[in-house]
C-alpha cells in the first residue's frame, strides 16, 4: 500500500526551539512513489533534487504543507482545520493509504480516524508501552539484564532515600530519569561528592507547580526512575524492530550510539560494523524475547531498544522507544541510495552546530558541502538532514556513507572543520 507519511514530533516538550517541529521532513526519506509526505513547511526544492541525484524517486509522490504559518508546538497540526483540510483533499482513496509516522501518539490516532486511512498500530500502544518504568518491569519480568535502579519513584523522600542506596552499593554517579521522558528530557545526573548540595534540585523535580517538565501536572504521570550510572559503559548499541500486522517481529536495523560529551544527549549513530558479532547476536536474541512479548501485548510497528556494554563485556539493556528513532533514518537513507543492507556499506551521522550557520537555508548547505556531497559515481558522500534547527542554532544532523570506514571518518572531520 501507498503512504501517508506525517513524522510529526509529537512529544509535549514545554518549551519548544524555533524549528524543531521542522522534523517532520525527515519523512521524506521513507518516500516512495505513489506516496503523500505531510510537512508543516515546504520542503526546498533544491533539497528534493539533491535526494534525487542520490537514487530518491519523487516523481510520482505528492507534498503536502501548511498553507499558513503554524505555531511552533508539537500538536497545532493536528489542531489547524485548514491543513488538515488539505490533507484529506490529497487522498483520493483512503483505504489505500497506510499512515506511516514517527511516533503513534493519541495525536497521530486521531488524526488516522478523521482521514479514514488504514494504520497498523494501535490508538493507545505508545501511551501503554513508553514509560520507562514499564521498561524496567518488563525486563526485570523477562529475565533480561538491565541497570541497577528503581521504578515508578514519585516522591523526594523515596527518590532521596533510593540514590542514597545506590551510592553506598558503590556507584559514583546516579541518573533519574522522567518516567513519561523521551530525547533526554527530564533526565538528571547526581553525583555522590556533591549530592547533599543538589537536594533542592532533587526537590524541585516533584513539584506540581514545575512547569519544565513536558507539561504533566499530575503527580503520577510525574514519576521517575532511578538508575546506578554505569562510568564503565564502553559504547552504546541499539537494536530495532518491526512487527507487521501479524504480529510477527523482525530485526530492521542494529547501530552504535554516538552521544554528546554529557553521555545523556544523542549526537548520531555508526553502521553495525562497529558492533562484535556476539553483542549483536546477543542485541538480536534478548530484543526479540522482548519484541515477542510486546507483540503479544498487541504492540505493532517500529520499537527500539538501547543498551550499554560494559568494559567487562556484561550487557545491559537501557530503555524501550515504541517508535521509530533518529538512526532509522540514518539506515533508510543506506538502504535507498546503494539499494542494498550489505556488510559492505559503512555509515556515520552526527549532529553539528555552527554559529556560522544561523540564519542559512538548507540551500546555502547544499553548496557549502558540494565538495563532499553524496554522489552515486563515487558511491560516498555526506547528506545533510535533520535542518529545522539550522536557521534559528545553527544546527544540522549529517550522515556520511562510503564502502570504506576510513571515508566515513574522513568526511565527518571535514564538515566539523568548516
Known sequence: MNKVIFHNLSIPY????????DFDKNGIFYATPGDI??????????YLGFLESCGYDFDNVRFVSSDEELENTHNSPFENNNFLK???KSINDPKEYVFDSFIFSKLESELVNQLGVVSLEKANQFQDFSTKSFFRATAKQLKIPIPRGFEAVTTTYDAFIKICYLFLNGFKNVVSKYNNGSAGIGTRLYRSRNFLSELNILESYFKKDNNTLLGFAD??????????????????????????????ASVVSIHNQVFYDNKIT??????????????????VEEG???????SEQGYRGHLGFNSIVLTNGD???????PRRVMSSYVYQMSRMIYQSDAASIYYKSLQVSKEKWVGKEIDEILVELSNVLFSKDRQNGVIPFNYGLLQTEGTLSVAVFSTTEDDTDKMIKYVESL
Open 288 to 294: 526479540t524475547k522482548f519484541v515477542n512479548y510486546l
Open 219 to 248: 503527580l503520577e504521570a510525574r514519576s521517575f526512575v532511578i538508575e546506578g550510572w554505569y562510568d564503565n559503559a564502553a559504547y552504546s548499541p541499539s537494536v530495532q524492530f518491526y512487527v507487521d500486522a501479524a504480529g510477527v
Open 315 to 321: 550487557l545491559l539493556w537501557v530503555e524501550l522507544n
Open 86 to 88: 488539505q490533507i484529506k
Open 14 to 21: 514545554s518549551h519548544p526551539l524555533i524549528g524543531m517541529y
Open 37 to 46: 509526505v505531510v510537512t508543516r513547511s515546504k520542503i526546498s526544492k533544491a
Open 266 to 283: 544523542y549526537r548520531g549513530c555508526c553502521s553495525k560494523q562497529t558492533i562484535p558479532k556476539q553483542v549483536a547476536e546477543k542485541l
